[in-house]
């Protein structure tokens, strides 16, 4: 028994060191982005890869921008409780766009990320389930199913030493516009995969209305500013009425996406923008927020 | 519970180190032990279906103590049908109630009748038809005075509850784990040591080899409308590896972890898509079953004593019957029936007994022979498994259709090089270690260290990036 137990007293250590090396060479890098944020703000700007461009620009206005990478409405459900309770939040401008309500959005997200903001007694799940999520998972990343996929990433990014971002904002503007066509489908192939939205989403998107509407703070939706190209393909695949879905609820919308449709220049691939846009979107989101309506309309037609 | 999940991970340390630390100086207390941590481990799921599990466990302790107490024969009859009744009842109930409803409303409809009885939705408890097959191997063993009925009430319950493989085996006859709990568990280093290996192996089968097929099989069997005849043959040979690493890889971590409280449980599975003939990749599959249909139901209708039609009739009753404990559809029945008609002509002729053996034994290629008739047995398994995982009748033949249509020699979608790859080195690894009672007991005979210690780094390695660490995929034998 001696011999055994020393046995697996070695593997532990060694099971604890690559947890280690992969959480402070990978994971804690991920994690402290997630958790760097103004937490003296009353408007958060909660969107997922599409509020990344903002940066921190949107503090000058006084908004928070609280988004993160692929945050799902699961996330930002999280998100906006840890908001009511930690802040004086008072007004939540949300991005609504179709593929938030895909089901790929279901299987990528950050619920492995935003545990960070749930408290271990929430009433959404036991306390044991939580404490697995926000220690277990957090901290061995072993256990993490999304772990492989940072590590292959930042392995790749490692290797290839070149920012994405830059490399892309001087591509989207270059390609030709077959090109530009062949990209935008292959998004898109990716986020509408499957032709359902996800009954799950659209639960917690609902949660997110419940939850703001009792502690009234105000919702606004957002649609990001995408390009030409990626609009006009968009059309093909678009199933789902979000306008309807938040017409019913009586939350003002701000339809963004059209508006920088001749400037190209502004966007790091088809439907994100790049640091450019970014600032110049800040500018714009602030002043439209200001002046919101009932329902706001960018059309630039 | 499941195996592949931090639960698990938290609950066998905790459980081992009570059982071994705190519970070895007192047997009753160990079992105790287990009884405690079985019932916790499957009300994980459904704490209501532990009711079942007890009563199912009381009805067969009393059966068994009322069966050494009675010696006449129409008495003991009495009882030994009480538990069958109770057991199969509950089966019958739980996991086909609405599958004959469902079929008597359409033959009543068929002759003009009218059923307006609706169907009830059942949820069909974890694990009952393995745990209902232990309990009635023992009420049938004490009956037939081929067991000692037990007086220890802790000892049964653990017997019938044993977490390793309450809810997915091996289905345990009484007289190989029963006494088990009888005598104080004495801890070896060399069986623990080869238990740890062989839950290693049983979740990489499970977690790399089940999950990655399971994936692409369920793609092209969720939408076998939109594919060709090649990408069906693909899917069904997903489904192929898809069954066995999940299966048998259950079956793996069940033993591996058994062996960590030192106990010894049956072999479920021994290389089958190895195998030459059918009749020897049944005596390679869910061999628990299989021998539990063999001793409890072949031989008592005779077995192959009475002719050739007796062996026939005995032999398709079998593989129907185990089509049927699969579940509550017509595609387990055919696909029972089709195994029998497979096993057919080497019963016929004699030949069910011809490879007792595993192929190429001491050798690292099989003849060429032999690797044909592997090649002819696999193929004819694989077109098995489309009864098996399609949804219903017309769906396993449109597939078939389309198998054997021209479609046949279009190139295939969803040819992914990673998982052949990860398939290769699998098959190559049950390949070489073959002969040994699981692939890395071979371990046990290499000398170095260094060798060793690559080749687990190696596995773990391929779990953790390769693995689909996803919960949400139960092991398919949960639902039988």
């Not at chain 1, 006084?62 to 008072?90: A, H, M, P, Q």
């Not at chain 2, 998982?419 to 699998?426: Q, S, W, Y």
Request: hydrophobic share 45%; with cysteine; aromatic share 18%.
């Amino acid at each position: 028994m001696r011999k055994f137990i020393k046995k697996i007293v070695l593997f532990f250590a060694f099971f604890i060191l690559i947890n280690a090396i992969i959480y402070f060479l990978f994971i804690n890098d991920t994690h402290n982005d997630y958790n760097d944020f103004n937490k003296n703000g009353s408007v958060y700007l909660m969107a997922d890869s599409h509020g990344e461009a903002l940066k921190k620009y949107p503090d000058d206005f006084g908004i928070v921008n609280f988004s993160y990478e692929s945050d799902s409405y699961f996330d930002i459900e999280r998100k906006l409780n840890f908001l009511i309770k930690e802040t004086n939040i008072k007004k939540i401008v949300i991005s609504i766009d179709n593929h938030c309500f895909s089901n790929y959005r279901e299987n990528i997200n950050n619920i492995d990320k935003s545990i960070y903001f749930e408290s271990v007694c929430s009433d959404n799940a036991s306390a044991y389930e939580n404490f697995k999520n926000k220690y277990i998972r957090y901290y061995f990343p072993v256990f993490n199913s999304n772990s492989p996929t940072i590590i292959k990433i930042d392995i790749f990014k490692m290797l290839s030493n070149r920012k994405q971002g830059s490399a892309n904002l001087k591509n989207w503007n270059s390609l030709t516009e077959s090109e530009k066509t062949k990209q935008s489908i292959s998004r898109l192939e990716v986020q509408f995969e499957s032709k359902k939205n996800s009954q799950k989403l659209l639960d917690h998107f609902a949660k997110i209305i419940s939850i703001a509407n009792k502690n009234k703070v105000e919702i606004i939706a957002i649609k990001f500013p995408i390009s030409k190209n990626y609009y006009k393909n968009l059309m093909k695949f678009d199933s789902l009425n979000v306008d309807h879905l938040l017409k019913d609820k009586k939350i003002k919308i701000i339809d963004f996406q059209k508006v920088y449709f001749d400037n190209d220049t502004f966007f790091s691939d088809a439907d994100h923008l790049n640091d450019i846009g970014g600032l110049e979107f800040s500018k714009l989101l602030n002043d439209s927020i200001n002046k919101s309506k009932n329902s706001i309309n960018h059309d630039k037609n | 519970m499941l195996f592949n999940s931090i639960d698990f991970a938290i609950f066998l340390p905790v459980v081992f180190i009570l059982y071994w630390f705190f519970t070895n100086h007192n047997l009753k207390l160990q079992n105790l032990l287990i009884v405690v941590a079985s019932y916790l481990f499957y009300g994980w799921w459904d704490w209501r279906f532990l009711s079942l599990i007890l009563f199912s466990t009381l009805v067969d302790y009393t059966i068994g103590v009322l069966l050494s107490k009675e010696e006449n024969v129409t008495k003991r009859k009495i009882f030994l049908w009480t538990s069958i009744i109770v057991n199969l009842g509950f089966l019958g109930f739980f996991k086909y109630y609405n599958f004959f409803l469902d079929n008597f409303k359409t033959a009543f409809t068929f002759f003009g009748g009218e059923i307006s009885s609706g169907s009830l939705h059942i949820i069909l408890p974890v694990g009952i038809s393995f745990y209902t097959f232990q309990t009635l191997s023992y009420t049938i063993d004490v009956y037939n005075k081929k067991l000692e009925p037990t007086n220890d009430f802790i000892a049964f319950t653990a017997f019938v509850s044993f977490f390793p493989q309450l809810v997915a085996g091996p289905i345990e006859r009484a007289s190989n784990l029963l006494p088990q709990f009888y005598i104080k568990r004495k801890f070896e280093y060399s069986r623990a040591v080869d238990g740890l290996r062989q839950i290693l192996w049983g979740l990489f089968k499970k977690i790399v080899i089940a999950d990655n097929c399971a994936e692409l099989a369920n793609q092209i069997f969720n939408n076998s409308g939109e594919y060709s005849g090649s990408t069906l043959v693909l899917g069904a040979l997903f489904f192929t590896f898809q069954i066995y690493g999940d299966f048998s890889g259950y079956s793996d971590i069940a033993i591996g972890t058994s062996r960590l409280f030192g106990f010894d449980l049956m072999r479920n599975f021994a290389f089958p898509y190895f195998s030459r003939d059918i009749a020897e990749f049944w005596r390679r599959w869910h061999i628990s079953l299989s021998t539990w249909f063999r001793d409890y139901l072949y031989i008592p209708l005779g077995g192959s004593q009475g002719g050739m039609w007796m062996k026939i009739r005995n032999t398709f009753i079998i593989f129907i019957v185990s089509g049927f404990w699969h579940g509550a559809n017509w595609t387990f029945v055919i696909w029972g029936l089709l195994n029998a008609i497979y096993f057919l002509p080497l019963l016929i002729t004699n030949n069910n007994r011809n490879n007792l053996h595993i192929v190429a034994e001491g050798k690292f290629l099989p003849s060429f022979k032999d690797f044909i008739k592997i090649s002819v047995t696999f193929s004819l398994t694989v077109l098995a498994w489309v009864f098996f995982r399609a949804e219903n009748v017309t769906h396993a033949f449109s597939i078939l259709a389309e198998i054997f249509s021209p479609s046949i020699v279009e190139s295939p979608k969803f040819f992914d090089l990673k998982i052949f790859a990860l398939l290769i080195f699998f098959l190559l690894i049950e390949w070489v270690g073959k002969s040994y009672h699981h692939p890395l007991h071979i371990l046990d005979s290499v000398k170095s260290r260094l060798l060793k210690h690559t080749l687990y780094l190696l596995i773990l390695f391929v779990i953790y990036f390769y693995g689909k660490n996803d919960v949400t995929l139960d092991f398919i034998y949960f639902q039988f």
